[in-house]
C-alpha cells in the first residue's frame, strides 16, 4: 500500500486518545502484501517518547511528527499528524536530494521514450510488455514523486522500492523492489560515490540472491554486473575529477554486456523456454539497465 492514500485514520480519532508520535512507513512487508495496519503504543512513561526520539541509523525507519502543544489538554486530530508527516517529503532541499530527485526523473523520461523499443526487444523471448512494465514503474513514479524523502538518499531508494512493487508487474517488479531495497540498507554514506558503489553491488547481489540467475544467464545482470563490478573495481583509487570518467565507462561496460546478450542462450525467465535460433536479438531487461544507468550519468554531468 503506498503510503499516500493513508491519510484517513479517523477511527482513531474517535477513541479520545492524545496523539504524540506518529510513525508512518513500511516496517513489516512481503511482496504482493495488500492492506494497511495500524499499532497503538501506550506512552505511560515519559522515557518511552525519549528512547523513540533517539537518533538512529536504520534508513527503514521514518522521521516522527511531534504533535505535542503547551497546552497539554490539546487533542489533535491523527488526520492531521499524518497530513504534517506527509509533508516532510516533497520538493528536496539538499543539493543530495534534488540530483537524486533529477536522475530518477531523468530515468523515468528515458524509459517512456524507449517503450516500443524495449517492447519489441522482448517480443523475440519474453511477452513483449518490457517497456510497458517499465512505463508503468515511471507513470507511477512521476505520481508518487512527492511522497518521497528525496533528502535522505536511503528512504528515497525505500521509496522507489514502494513505488516499485506497487507498479511494476511480473519477475521484473518483484526483482527491482529487491534491489531497491538491499541497496538502501547497504547505503552507508551517501556522499561518497563509493558507498553508492557499494550500494550498487548489494542491490544486484540481492537480484541474483532472490531471482536466481548469474551473469550468462541472458538476464538484466549481463548489463549490470559488469557495470558495478567496473565502479567497485576502480572507485575506491579514483581521483574525485575522473569520477564522471569512471561512471561513463561504467555505463559502457553495461551497453557492452546487453549487446553481448545476443548471443548468449537464455538460462532464466521465459526466454530459457524459447528455442535459441528463434532469439536474435539482446535482452529486454538487460537493455533497459544500460538506458537506466545512462540517464542517470547523463543527469550528473549536466
Known amino acids: 500500500t503506498p503510503l499516500h492514500p493513508v ?18 512507513g513500511s516496517f513489516m512487508t512481503s ?12 506512552v505511560a512513561l515519559r522515557s518511552f517518547l525519549e528512547w ?18 503547551e497546552d497539554s489538554h490539546s487533542m489533535p486530530s491523527l488526520t492531521a499528524v499524518v497530513s504534517d508527516q506527509m509533508r516532510l517529503s516533497g520538493e528536496p532541499k539538499t543539493a543530495i536530494g534534488l540530483k537524486m530527485k533529477q536522475c530518477v526523473e531523468e530515468v523515468c ?24 512494465t517499465f512505463k508503468q514503474w515511471a507513470l507511477g513514479m512521476c505520481l508518487q514523486s512527492s511522497f518521497v524523502n528525496w533528502d535522505s538518499p536511503q528512504k528515497a531508494l525505500l521509496g522507489l522500492a514502494g513505488c ?47 531471482g536466481g ?11 549490470l554486473c559488469p557495470a558495478v563490478d567496473f565502479l567497485i573495481a576502480q572507485l575506491p583509487n579514483c581521483p ?4 564522471m570518467n569512471t561512471f561513463e565507462l561504467a555505463v559502457k561496460a553495461a551497453q557492452t554486456g546487453a549487446e553481448g546478450t545476443v548471443n ?12 535459441s535460433h528463434q532469439i536474435t536479438q539482446r535482452d529486454a531487461g538487460a537493455h533497459a539497465v544500460s538506458l537506466w544507468l545512462k540517464a542517470i550519468h547523463d543527469t550528473l554531468v549536466r
Open 7 to 24: 491519510h484517513n485514520p479517523s477511527a482513531v480519532d474517535t477513541m479520545n486518545l492524545k496523539v504524540v508520535r506518529v510513525y508512518m
Open 240 to 243: 574525485d575529477h575522473e569520477m
Open 164 to 210: 516499485t512493487e506497487q507498479n511494476m508487474g511480473g519477475t521484473s517488479g518483484a526483482l527491482y523492489t529487491v534491489f531497491f531495497t538491499a541497496a538502501a540498507r547497504a547505503l552507508l554514506n551517501p556522499e561518497l560515490a563509493v558507498s553508492w558503489a557499494q550500494s550498487l553491488k548489494e542491490g544486484t547481489e540481492a537480484v541474483m540472491v532472490y
Open 52 to 69: 523513540l526520539d533517539l537518533p538512529v541509523s536504520a534508513p527503514g525507519w521514518p522521521i516522527a511528527s511531534t504533535t505535542e502543544r
Open 213 to 223: 540467475a548469474k551473469p550468462g544467464y541472458r538476464t538484466m545482470l549481463d548489463a
Open 264 to 275: 548468449l542462450k537464455a538460462k532464466a525467465g521465459r526466454a530459457s523456454y524459447v528455442p
Open 109 to 132: 523520461s528515458t524509459l517512456l521514450s524507449h517503450e516500443e523499443e524495449l517492447n519489441e526487444l522482448d517480443r523475440g523471448g519474453g511477452d513483449g510488455d518490457c517497456g510497458t
Open 31 to 42: 511482496l504482493e502484501m495488500a492492506g494497511v495496519s495500524f499499532t497503538l503504543l501506550n
